[in-house]
Each structure stands twice: as C-alpha cells, then as structure tokens.
C-alpha cells in the first residue's frame, strides 16, 4: 500500500450502518481492481454498533450491521480479500454473511456446508473478476490463502477446472 493513500483502518458508523451508507469504503474501492488486488490484505475494518451492556450477541448476530455487510459485500464482492486476516477482520465479514454459532470458549463456528458454498463461489467470482481487469493466475495465490484463513485448503484441479470453463 502507497503511505499516505489510504488509512489502513476504517470505522463504520452506526448511522453509516442505519442509512446502508457505503462512503467508508470509496477511497478503497475507486481505484482499478488489479491496484486494489496487488496492496493485499491490510484493511482493518470496524463497526461502531451500539449495544446495551447485558446484550449478549456478538456483532455478527445483530441484524443491522449484518445488513451493511452483506451490502458492502454485494457491492464490493473483492472485500474480503482487501480484509486483513491477521487481526480477524476476514473471519468477523464472514461472519456477517455465513450462519454460524459463537461460544466464548469456541469462538465462532462456521456451519461447514454454508462456508464451504461461500468459499467457493467467492473463489470463482474472484477469480473472474481477476480475469476481466487482467490479473487472472496472479491473484490466485491471493485467493488460495484467503480460503486455507478460512480452513480450506486447494487442489490444483480446481484452478484447472475453472480455466477449461472459460
């Protein structure tokens, strides 16, 4: 990332989140998807929602900013590989779009079937949208640790499947 473009770490307010409001993620995301691709995953992305002390839920159960992020991902659907996986930022924007359990002494746990289906059709639109701004096999190494972040591991076979679709 160019010091100095953007701020590694966005907050999205809660009336951000109330009016479905995006602008947190234009300075990101006006740029062309290969310089997008190329900066890796170095967005820290957090959401200033309110709750009441005894309320139980986590983030990803509250409804509202569950809402925002499906929106962000339906418009921005590279996000998650913009998200930096380190300080959890890919696996609480899975969380938001993914069922799942959270336990404090488990963490979150993605129901298998759903995360499974949404690894793999983020893969192939991310790799289609690679494809169409002209950085089709680079950015699949992206792609191949984005899914192993999220306990998936590759075969080769798929890249090749996904190549003799074309």
């Not at 790799?127 to 190494?141: I, K, T």
């Amino acid at each position: 990332m160019e010091a100095g473009c953007h701020q590694p770490s966005l907050t999205v307010t809660a009336d951000a989140i109330q009016r479905l409001d995006l602008k947190a993620l234009v300075q990101w995301m006006d740029q062309p998807l290969s310089k997008l691709l190329n900066n890796g995953a170095v967005l820290e992305l957090s959401y200033e929602w309110p709750r009441p002390p005894e309320d139980p839920r986590e983030l990803s159960e509250c409804a509202e900013p569950r809402l925002w992020a499906l929106r962000a991902d339906a418009r921005y659907p590279w996000l998650p590989l913009l998200l930096d996986r380190p300080k959890g930022c890919l696996i609480q924007h899975v969380a938001m779009l993914v069922p799942h359990d959270f336990r404090p002494s488990e963490g979150i746990r993605f129901d298998p079937q759903a995360l499974e289906l949404w690894v793999t059709h983020r893969l192939m639109v991310l790799d289609q949208l690679g494809a169409e701004a002209g950085v089709p096999g680079h950015q699949r190494g992206n792609l191949s640790l984005m899914a192993a972040s999220l306990g998936f591991e590759l075969d080769a076979g798929f890249w090749e499947l996904l190549d003799r679709a074309r």
